[in-house]
């Protein structure tokens, strides 16, 4: 994948993202590097982050989870995923895509 945070691959976009778990609530906070920052509040225990991570973003992007494609990254902070035809696009990416 490119080395930018994000980017769209036909109808569907490709997010490079860093995740802090723990956090006091969801939020995209920007950009970590090359990567988009997400903060969510549950820890990276048995799946739990990435489960919610995956709803979050759905709702962020108005799309189901089973839109939502991890593709890279199930065991660290750094993941790669696809998100299939987003209803839209948050403001937090203005000038990232």
């Known amino acids: 994948m490119n080395t930018r945070a994000a980017r769209w691959k036909g109808e569907d976009l490709l997010l490079c993202v860093h995740v802090q778990t723990r956090a006091r609530g969801d939020e995209l906070a920007g950009l970590h590097g090359n990567a988009l920052k997400v903060r969510i509040t549950p820890p ?37 995923l696809r998100i299939q ?9 203005n000038g990232i895509l």
């Open 44 to 80: 990276a225990v048995d799946g739990q982050a990435n489960r919610h991570l995956i709803a979050f973003l759905a709702k962020t992007f108005g799309v189901g989870r089973a839109q939502i494609e991890l593709l890279g990254g199930h065991h660290g902070r750094d993941k790669r």
């Open 85 to 93: 035809r987003p209803a839209r696009i948050p403001v937090a990416l």
